[in-house]
């Protein structure tokens, strides 16, 4: 099992920052994948960022160029950084650990990011 510990969420108005952060614990080893997926009030959870752990990045267009996602391989914890945000930002943000080769993923309980106009 590993468990997912989240923090670094909250309200920041309109083109303010905010970074997120999510340490892994307990039977972490490689090769594994870490990410952060996003679920806004009545939509589906969107997939936003992942990061290998030899720093390959991608990024979902609504976020690409605004968001940057790294990681602490020592730590086993990976960090959102969010700048620029938007309001459409808003949403519970989860954290994913995604254990390779068998893709199996855990997930974090969430953090609440609030963008106001």
């Known amino acids: 099992q590993v468990q997912l510990v989240e923090s670094g969420g909250g309200l920041v108005q309109a083109g303010g920052s905010l970074r997120l952060s999510c340490a892994a614990s307990g039977s972490v080893s490689s090769p594994n994948v870490m990410g952060w997926h996003r679920q806004a009030p009545g939509k589906q959870r969107e997939w936003v960022a992942f990061?290998?752990?030899?720093?390959?990045?991608a990024y979902a267009d609504s976020v690409k160029g605004r968001f940057t996602i790294s990681r602490d391989n020592a730590k086993n914890t990976v960090y959102l950084e969010m700048n620029s945000l938007k309001p459409e930002d808003t949403a519970v943000y989860y954290c994913?650990?995604?254990?390779?080769?068998?893709?199996?993923?855990?997930w974090g309980q969430g953090t609440q990011v609030t963008v106001s106009s």
């Open positions: 994913q650990f995604r254990q390779l080769p068998r893709a199996f993923d855990y």
């Open positions: 990061i290998t752990e030899y720093g390959r990045t």
